[in-house]
């Protein structure tokens, strides 16, 4: 296998409070190949965003610690001109809410030129305007011409997260990150969001990192994925093994909480409780308050990453004892 094109070692983001430290994320290992599809996966409030966002020097306020190493470039700490240069063009992040991250007085043409012109400033107006409609065109809008000359609020939702995925890729990066790309959308659009994102990994051999709370959308769309709470990777492993025999409670009550076809229950199963939070996580397993096979020895250290089968497994019950 290829060296990683993105590793990131013992991650940890910290923010500071007027009630104390809030550790966010606590120690996340993660390589990111050319050409990979990676998902992080949890519910919200379990480090998923912040830790992308830490990568890419956008936790303002927060103490970043660890690595994060672009082609052996390390990102925490870079000075900000240089890791300007990396973020947008290297490694590019389309943001969670589209309404809210494009600048609604400006048309769709003139932030898309921005955003290019940024990173290639010898590029003239009239090339990045032709190049806009170029990308809006690559990432399926109809009458490209057209909607560059709207403004966010004349667009679909739909649009408007096509857009993002224009912006994300204008400069040719080779890491994309999309962070919950289908929030908001309908199903069918979900569906051409994702195989739009998949076409574009493939044309670009781009390295997609893929953020979301929904385990459906990882099961066609990635192969590796990162089970994520509390502010650590619980569980992580190749998409078919993971799912067919997870090594974590937690991994298994989001399953479980998908929709099933051949389902002999009306009432959709749910993982009881709430989940743990930064600023007072329960002593061992943060997941014991919540999980079915909880034992004694739960509470006296937090389990690391063990296999199981043919994933790893933050479970201290089930990789001791093999329950499948």
């Known amino acids: 296998m290829s060296e990683p094109i993105l590793q990131v070692r013992d991650l940890r983001v910290t923010f500071a ?7 966010a994320v606590r120690g996340i290992d993660l390589d990111v190949h050319p050409g990979d599809s990676v998902a992080i996966v949890g519910e919200s409030g379990s480090g998923k965003s912040v830790t992308m966002l830490a990568i890419l020097g956008l936790t303002h306020g927060a103490t970043v610690t660890g690595s994060a190493r672009y082609r052996g470039t390390e990102l925490v700490g870079l000075e900000q001109g240089a890791l300007r240069r990396i973020r947008g063009s290297k490694v590019s992040m389309i943001f969670q809410d589209p309404m809210t991250s494009l600048n ?45 000359k709207a403004y966010p609020h004349e667009l679909s939702g739909g649009m408007r997260q096509r857009v993002m995925i224009a912006m994300a890729i204008a400069n040719n990066p080779e890491v994309l990150i999309a962070d919950e790309p289908t929030t908001a959308l309908d199903v069918t659009v979900q569906a051409q969001i994702m195989e739009l994102l998949d076409d574009l990994r493939r044309e670009h051999h781009l390295a997609l990192v893929l ?114």
């Open 104 to 148: 609604p007085v400006l048309t769709i043409e003139r932030q898309l030129s921005l955003v290019i012109r940024a990173h290639q400033p010898s590029m003239t107006r009239k090339a990045s305007a032709a190049r806009a409609v170029e990308l809006l065109d690559q990432v399926a809008i109809s009458q490209p011409a057209q909607r560059c």
């Open 211 to 324: 953020i979301t709370h929904d385990l459906g959308v990882v099961a066609g769309a990635t192969d590796r994925v990162a089970v994520m709470y509390a502010g650590r990777v619980v569980e992580n492993g190749a998409v078919g093994p993971l799912f067919a025999d997870p090594g974590h409670p937690y991994t298994r009550g989001l399953l479980e909480c998908l929709p099933r076809l051949d389902a002999r229950h009306e009432i959709q199963a749910a993982i009881p409780g709430v989940p743990a939070t930064p600023q007072s996580l329960p002593p061992g397993c943060p997941f014991s308050p919540r999980c079915a096979l909880v034992q004694p020895s739960c509470s006296d250290a937090e389990p690391v990453l063990a296999p199981h089968g043919e994933t790893m497994a933050a479970c201290s019950v089930l990789t001791r004892t093999g329950v499948r």
């Open 17 to 23: 409070t007027p009630s104390g430290d809030v550790p």
